[in-house]
C-alpha cells in the first residue's frame, strides 16, 4: 500500500491526532502542565503486570522504555486510525472515540505521579481539552468531503471508491499539512521544556570525611574481572522514570516531616553546608538475576540521613521512612537502617562528580546493605517518617517485599564459555552488603568445593574481587561459586527468582575446554 492508495479515513484520523496531540503536548510545556502522553506511557508502565515488566527488562533490558514509548505511539496511532475510518462512516462515531482517547488520558493525567517534579497535572488536562477541541475540528473538517456523499458511496476509502466532488489530492495536501502542524508543535514543545531546565553547574565542597583509601590488594587487575570501582557510565540504571527528571538546584526542596517534632525544609545549600561524607557503597537491584550486572560500586559524597533526621527530631513511635523520588515513586525504608550507625546518605556526588541525571540529580539515597527499590530514592524531594503499617510504597504494591536487604551472592565473570587447557582463571565478584564476604569458594563439575583468593576487604559495605586457579582439562565442564558472608553463612542454593525479594542459587557457567 502506497501513500496514494492509504485509506482516506485513517489518515484523516492520524492527521487530526496528531495535531491535537502536538498542540496539547505544546500548550502543556508553555504553561508549565504535565505532558499528556508520557502521563499516558506512565500510567501503561504502572498498570504493566509484574510478569510482563520482568518479561519486558528481560528482553529490552534498559532499552524497555523507549520500546514501550514506540508501543504506546503505535497503538494511539492505531486507534486514531480507528476514529478516522469510523467519522467517514457517522461521525459522532468518529468523535466519540477521540472523546474516549481523550478521557483516557485525563485519567491518565488525574493520577500521574511525575509531572517531572514541578508539572501541573490540571494545566496538562487544560492543554489535553484544546488539543482535543482542536483535533475533533480537523476531523470534522478533514473528513467532510468524505461524508458528504456517503450515501452513494457506502465507505468512501480510495480513490476509486471516493465521492463525487472529493479531491483526493486535496485531500492528502490538507492532511499532510495538518499532521506536519502536529509533528512541528510536538518538536516546539520538546524545545520548550529543555529551554525551561538549562544543566545546572554545581560544586561539590569538601567532605569532613574522605573515603578512606582503598587497601592495598582490593583491586586484582584482572583482565576481564568486574573493576572494584564502577564508572558512572557504566553503572547500571534502573527506574520508573519515563523522563529522566530535571530538578533545579536553585528551587530545590527537600522536605522532612511525618512522625517528627518540627518539618524540616533544605534546600540544596542547606545540604552543602552540613558536613559531608565519602563512602565507597555497593548497590544493587532486587531483579538483578543470578550472575546479572544490575550492580554497581561507587564513591558516595553526601550528608548523613541520620543528621538530617536528628534537626527534625523523630519521633519514637516511627518505624519507616517513606521517600519520594520527584517521577513519583515512593520508597519504604526501615527508620533502623538510616540511623543505626551505617553510613547511610543522601548523596550529592557519585564518584567524585555530581550526580548524572540519569542517577539521581541533585540529590538521591544509598543505604548500605539494602536492595535499591527499598532504599536509593533517586530525585529525593521528600523524606515522610511514618510507620510501615500506615502505607505502601510503589513496588510493595506491586508484589514486592515491603523490607529488601541484600542477599549474599557472587557473580562469575572469567572464564567466558570457552577456554584453553591449562591454568585457567576463574574471577569474579562476591557482596554480602553491611555483613561482609568472608569466603568464596569454587566448585568444578562434581568434585569438591575449593576455596577461592579473595581481594583484599575494603568495607563490608562494598563487594569483593575473588580469584581461583582451574587445571582445565579439555572438554565440557560445569563452574559454579558460592560466597560466605561474615557470620559464615553461605549464600543459598535454592534457586529463585528475583520476585518478591532478591534472586537466589549459586552461579554457574558451562565451560568449554578445547
Ligand atoms: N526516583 C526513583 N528512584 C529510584 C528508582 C526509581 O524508579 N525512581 N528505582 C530504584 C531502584 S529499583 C534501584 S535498583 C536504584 C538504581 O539506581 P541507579 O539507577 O542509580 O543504579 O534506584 C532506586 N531509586
Ligand atoms: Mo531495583
Request: some cysteine.
Amino acid at each position: 500500500m502506497t501513500f496514494r492508495t492509504l485509506p482516506s479515513g485513517p489518515v484523516a484520523g492520524i492527521a487530526a491526532g496528531v495535531l491535537g496531540l502536538g498542540i496539547a503536548e505544546l500548550i502543556a510545556a508553555l504553561a508549565g502542565g504535565a505532558s499528556p502522553l508520557l502521563a499516558l506511557g506512565d500510567r501503561v508502565i504502572d498498570l504493566t503486570p509484574r510478569w510482563l515488566k520482568e518479561a519486558a527488562v528481560a528482553t529490552f533490558g534498559t532499552a524497555d522504555k523507549p520500546i514501550l514509548l514506540a508501543c504506546v505511539a503505535l497503538v494511539t496511532l492505531a486507534l486514531l486510525g480507528v476514529a478516522g475510518a469510523l467519522a467517514v462512516r457517522r461521525l459522532p462515531l468518529g468523535v466519540g472515540m477521540l472523546l474516549i482517547l481523550g478521557a483516557v488520558d485525563i485519567a491518565a493525567l488525574l493520577a500521574d505521579r511525575s509531572g517531572n517534579g514541578t508539572a501541573s497535572p490540571a494545566t496538562g488536562i487544560v492543554a489535553l481539552l484544546i488539543g482535543l477541541a482542536v483535533g475533533i475540528t480537523s476531523l470534522v473538517l478533514l473528513t467532510r468531503r468524505l461524508r458528504r456523499h456517503d450515501a452513494a458511496t457506502t465507505v468512501a476509502t480510495t480513490e476509486a471508491e471516493a465521492p463525487d466532488g472529493f479531491d483526493r489530492r486535496r485531500f492528502l495536501v490538507a492532511a499532510s499539512a495538518v499532521t506536519a502542524a502536529g509533528v512541528a508543535s510536538g518538536v516546539g514543545a520538546k524545545v520548550v521544556t529543555g529551554r525551561r531546565h538549562p544543566a545546572t553547574k554545581v560544586a561539590i565542597p569538601a567532605t569532613v570525611s574522605p573515603a578512606a583509601p582503598l587497601p592495598a590488594g582490593a583491586e586484582l587487575r584482572i583482565d576481564g574481572l568486574t573493576p572494584h570501582l564502577t564508572s558512572v557510565d557504566d553503572f547500571y540504571r534502573i527506574d520508573i522514570a519515563l523522563l529522566t527528571p530535571r530538578l533545579d538546584v536553585d528551587d530545590y526542596r527537600l522536605k522532612i516531616h511525618g512522625l517528627v517534632e518540627n518539618p524540616v525544609e533544605l534546600t540544596y545549600q542547606d545540604l552543602l553546608a552540613m558536613p559531608l561524607y565519602e563512602r565507597r557503597l555497593t548497590i544493587c537491584c532486587v531483579s538483578n538475576e543470578v550472575g546479572g550486572d544490575l550492580i554497581g560500586n561507587a564513591t558516595w559524597t553526601g550528608v548523613r540521613i541520620r543528621d538530617v533526621l536528628k534537626r527534625a527530631g523523630l519521633d519514637p513511635d516511627a518505624d519507616a521512612v517513606k521517600s519520594t523520588g520527584a517521577d513519583g515513586i515512593t520508597i519504604g525504608t526501615p527508620l533502623e537502617a538510616l540511623t543505626d550507625g551505617r553510613d547511610s546518605l543522601l548523596a550529592i556526588a557519585q564518584n567524585g562528580e555530581p550526580l548524572t541525571r540519569e542517577h539521581g540529580f541533585p540529590v538521591r539515597m544509598v543505604v548500605p546493605g539494602l536492595y535499591g527499590y527499598v532504599s536509593a530514592t533517586k530525585w529525593l524531594t521528600e523524606l515522610e517518617v511514618t510507620r510501615f503499617a500506615d502505607f505502601r510504597a510503589y513496588w510493595t504494591d506491586r508484589g514486592w517485599s515491603a523490607e529488601g536487604p541484600i542477599k549474599t551472592a557472587c557473580r562469575i565473570d572469567i572464564p567466558g564459555r570457552e577456554t584453553m587447557p591449562g591454568t585457567v582463571t576463574v574471577a569474579g565478584v562476591a557482596w554480602a552488603q553491611h555483613r561482609g564476604v568472608s569466603k568464596v569458594e569454587v566448585r568444578i563439575d562434581d568434585g569438591p568445593w575449593q576455596p577461592a583468593e579473595l581481594a583484599a576487604e575494603d568495607s563490608i559495605d562494598t563487594w569483593r574481587q575473588w580469584t581461583y586457579r582451574w587445571d582445565a582439562t579439555e572438554g565440557e565442564h560445569q563452574v559454579q561459586a558460592r560466597a560466605f558472608d561474615r557470620s559464615g553463612r553461605p549464600q543459598t542454593d535454592a534457586e529463585a527468582p528475583p520476585a518478591p525479594d532478591g534472586a537466589t542459587g549459586y552461579p554457574a557457567r558451562t565451560v568449554t575446554v578445547g
